[in-house]
């Protein structure tokens, strides 16, 4: 079925389903299952050291080349999801990072020393160049799928799904290794991947519109918020608008200074815990789950918040709220885990500082959409290009720190950096755009 088809040919009300929601569940995997062999690599990374020799800094590059990767794609695979559309480049993406986790656990057989390091290091490049465009398409799928009041709701939950699988990550990754060995943990990762990826391709569309299952009444529900064509060309006057807008800038910045916390927790925890804090590998596992879990509620309870907050107070004041709050909390509470002298509060404080950094997902990732209008796919990209910085920058600065025990110094950064990101909303104003757009503020 194609856009230009009647309605009266859709489904009646009796047979509809909410396809927008069986979209979105897609979406949720996707984000779920990179999170999930992203993290598992951190995960493995102490068998991987002992067995192949390698050194903290040389898995610090190795797990930064994912990041390196991931931030280079962030505003391209924004521009290429609005170029040949979600469905397509979706696909492509989800297969290449399949192959990508495969080389990890397969390299060992054939490789070893400095030729081992540069395999896995090119390994995690591919697979950040494949996962980088996720959360700019996401965000464009969102915009034709849902009503702007949805917004900070759908990005919520949707960050939610990462966060499960980081958390599912640990525990999982570690028993199999237990199981088995770190080689075949890995390997079995790649099989829901897979299915998810076919399954995508088989069901999902670009718009409603295009959708043969949607139904008239669905359309209507949507409303006429969303693009009547997400698969378009951007031109460079487009790019260097959006280049210069200085709401995405100061939205970029904003995420860059929050993503080195969020690096810093989603990658080091379990390092930290077996290093510092000396937990078995097994106890690691299951405590390095718990700030991902806290994360978790927190990108679901912030998307939320911010959605009821921006039907009552306004788009503006509504997002921003819970960034001016949770966020400095979020840098007292590193503070008071690094000077903890019980491990397990030390745990606890993690966990509740990662709940407070993800809080932020939603207000984040649904004023960018507010801001980027019709190019909120290379908008987010842009938020996310500046967003992973933080991470190609912390995590070698953290991994440096690690290697010699410096993790108090780790943390306090962190803790500044977390009020700054803060701050930068004072900045923020995502309904610029939109007051010479009234039909988008009316449909909120």
């Not at 933080?390 to 500044?416: Q, R, S």
Request: aromatic share 10%; net charge positive.
């Amino acid at each position: 079925m194609t856009a230009s088809e009647p309605r009266t040919s859709r489904p009646s009300v009796a047979q509809r389903v909410r396809v927008r929601w069986n979209i979105f569940l897609f979406l949720f995997a996707f984000a779920l299952i990179a999170y999930l062999q992203h993290t598992s690599i951190a995960v493995a990374g102490v068998p991987i050291m002992a067995q192949q020799g390698l050194s903290e800094g040389q898995l610090a590059w190795i797990l930064d080349a994912f990041v390196i990767g991931y931030t280079l794609m962030q505003f391209p695979g924004g521009l290429l999801g609005q170029r040949f559309g979600a469905r397509r480049v979706m696909t492509v993406i989800g297969v290449i990072a399949v192959i990508a986790m495969l080389v990890v656990p397969l390299a060992p057989a054939l490789l070893s020393g400095a030729a081992l390091f540069a395999a896995l290091f090119g390994a995690q490049l591919l697979l950040g160049l494949a996962q980088g465009p996720i959360f700019p398409i996401t965000t464009g799928v969102f915009e034709a799928w849902f009503r702007p009041g949805r917004w900070p709701l759908v990005q919520g939950i949707s960050s939610l799904g990462y966060q499960v699988g980081a958390a599912l990550a640990p525990p999982v990754i570690s028993q199999l290794m237990s199981a088995f060995d770190w080689q075949r943990a890995l390997i079995w990762t790649t099989l829901p991947a897979l299915a998810v990826v076919a399954a995508w391709a088989w069901y999902a569309r670009n718009t409603p519109a295009e959708h043969p299952r949607v139904s008239t009444q669905e359309l209507a529900e949507i409303g006429p918020t969303a693009p009547a064509a997400a698969v378009q060309s951007i031109s460079w006057a487009r790019v260097w608008t959006l280049l210069k807008n200085r709401d995405v800038l100061v939205l970029a910045l904003s995420y860059l200074c929050m993503n080195y916390v969020f690096y810093l927790l989603s990658t080091f925890v379990f390092l930290y815990l077996v290093q510092e804090r000396h937990f078995t590998l097994l106890e690691s596992g299951w405590l390095a789950s718990v700030p991902p879990l806290a994360a978790a509620a927190g990108c679901g309870i912030g998307g939320y918040g911010a959605a009821v907050l921006g039907q009552a107070l306004g788009v503006r004041r509504g997002l921003r709220m819970i960034p001016l709050l949770s966020l400095p909390a979020a840098g007292v509470l590193q503070y008071l885990a690094v000077d903890a002298v019980n491990a397990y509060f030390a745990v606890a404080a993690l966990a509740l500082c990662y709940a407070c950094v993800e809080l932020n997902e939603g207000p984040y990732w649904a004023a960018i959409m507010h801001v980027g209008g019709a190019d909120a796919m290379a908008a987010s990209g842009i938020l996310n290009t500046g967003g992973n910085l933080g991470g190609v920058i912390g995590i070698p600065i953290v991994g440096y720190l690690a290697e010699h025990h410096a993790w108090n110094v780790a943390f306090l950064l962190g803790t500044v950096l977390a009020v700054a990101s803060g701050a930068a909303w004072l900045l923020v104003d995502p309904t610029r755009r939109e007051r010479t757009q009234p039909l988008l503020q009316a449909a909120y």
